[in-house]
């Protein structure tokens, strides 16, 4: 299957600073990304769809001045936590999508971030 | 009402029976329908998608009803290696997740 590539798997960051994570879809061109942020013992929950060569889509809620998304290319799609803080520790996952509306979606393997 | 919506459970089902999940969406236009498998720390892993006429693979039964705008999985003769969180995944522009429901098989 499609093999979707998230890095660093974990993370520990100090407050006020900023982290980086990147996805990448490593044997096919994703047109949609996704990134989900699953706090312990929570459900998945959608911050934002981004599509390669446009901005991103953000959930209501969602800062998208503090999670800065960038989807340059067909395989790469970054999310960009700034400012970090203690609250924003979490599991956040990445899943792309060919487009299609009736492919599956394949995930990475998700980053922990620690916020000291 | 939510876009996605799942009884969190927990199930705690004897190994060997059967158990079934059921899930509800929202958005009448949805077109694909998936359910997913997440372990512990662990990233969802497709689990099987969703057809209009039912699907079945293994010991796992999936079908669809749009008059009730909602999915359903089957599991019989459960496993041990069963226990984890399902997911039900609902994608049309967006994947959008159910919270989950907690399956627990008891030896």
């Known amino acids: 299957g499609a093999v979707v590539s998230q890095h660093p798997s974990w993370v520990i960051c100090k407050s006020g600073t900023s982290v980086k994570i990147e996805c990448r879809s490593l044997?096919?061109?994703?047109?949609?990304m996704f990134w989900y942020r699953q706090f312990p013992k929570q459900s998945l929950m959608l911050m934002a769809t981004s599509n390669e060569g446009s901005k991103a889509t953000y959930e209501q809620g969602v800062e998208k001045d503090k999670f800065l998304i960038n989807h340059a290319s067909l395989t790469l799609s970054t999310l960009t936590v700034t400012s970090a803080h203690p609250e924003d520790s979490s599991f956040y996952i990445c899943s792309a999508s060919r487009g299609s509306m009736n492919t599956e979606a394949f995930f990475g393997q998700g980053t922990r971030l620690t916020v000291v | 009402r939510k876009e996605v919506e799942q009884d969190p459970g927990p199930f705690n089902v004897p190994e060997g029976a059967t158990v079934a999940f059921n899930c509800t969406y929202s958005?009448?236009?949805?077109?694909?329908f998936f359910w997913y498998r997440q372990d512990c720390r662990k990233e969802p892993k497709l689990l099987m998608s969703?057809?209009?006429s039912g699907n079945e693979d293994g010991r796992f039964t999936a079908q669809l009803n749009r008059a009730s705008q909602y999915i359903s999985l089957l599991i019989r003769d459960s496993k041990l290696s069963d226990s984890a969180t399902y997911l039900c995944?609902?994608?049309?522009?967006?994947?959008?997740f159910g919270k989950g429901t907690r399956l627990h098989i008891l030896p």
């Open positions: 958005n009448s236009a949805s077109q694909s």
């Open positions: 044997d096919f061109q994703a047109t949609t």
């Open positions: 969703v057809y209009s």
């Open positions: 995944v609902v994608k049309d522009d967006k994947i959008i």
